[in-house]
């Protein structure tokens, strides 16, 4: 059938809420490793979230941007851009930073 589309699956009890996006096989994504990685923090200092970043990246290569605030200035983004060798790597960055009381959120 050839390469497969992602499509919405409904899950149990027919919450329209709580649709997600998978793939026929119902598959993760792959990626090849070493891959570029761009995490985005949030949160509500920039400064902070510079120290955060820092703290738990410390020893490691990145780059980081700020990237949106809004509108009233309350939240901050920080685009952070890094090279990452394998999975448990990349996931483990992500809960590092999603756990840092600076951070509110990591997209």
Same mark, same amino acid.
């Given at each position: 059938?050839?390469?497969?589309?992602?499509?919405?699956? /409904?899950?149990?009890?027919?919450?329209?809420?709580?649709?997600?996006?998978?793939? /026929?096989?119902?598959?993760?994504?792959?990626?090849?490793?070493?891959?570029?990685?761009?995490?985005?923090?949030?949160?509500?200092?920039? /400064?902070?979230?510079?120290?955060?970043?820092?703290?738990?990246?410390?020893?490691?290569?990145?780059?980081?941007?700020?990237?949106?605030?809004?509108?009233?200035?309350?939240?901050?983004?920080?685009?952070?851009?890094?090279?990452?060798?394998?999975?448990?790597?990349?996931?483990?960055?992500?809960?590092?930073?999603?756990?840092?009381?600076?951070?509110?959120?990591?997209?």
């Amino acid at each position: 059938m050839g390469k497969s589309s992602p499509i919405w699956s /409904e899950p149990r009890g027919g919450s329209i809420a709580a649709k997600k996006m998978t793939n /026929e096989n119902e598959c993760k994504p792959e990626f090849a490793y070493p891959c570029l990685w761009v995490y985005k923090v949030i949160g509500r200092d920039m /400064e902070l979230l510079r120290s955060a970043v820092a703290e738990v990246l410390s020893g490691q290569t990145y780059s980081a941007m700020p990237s949106r605030s809004s509108k009233g200035g309350a939240y901050h983004c920080l685009n952070v851009e890094m090279t990452v060798g394998n999975e448990p790597d990349r996931l483990g960055f992500y809960e590092k930073l999603r756990r840092h009381p600076a951070v509110i959120m990591v997209l």
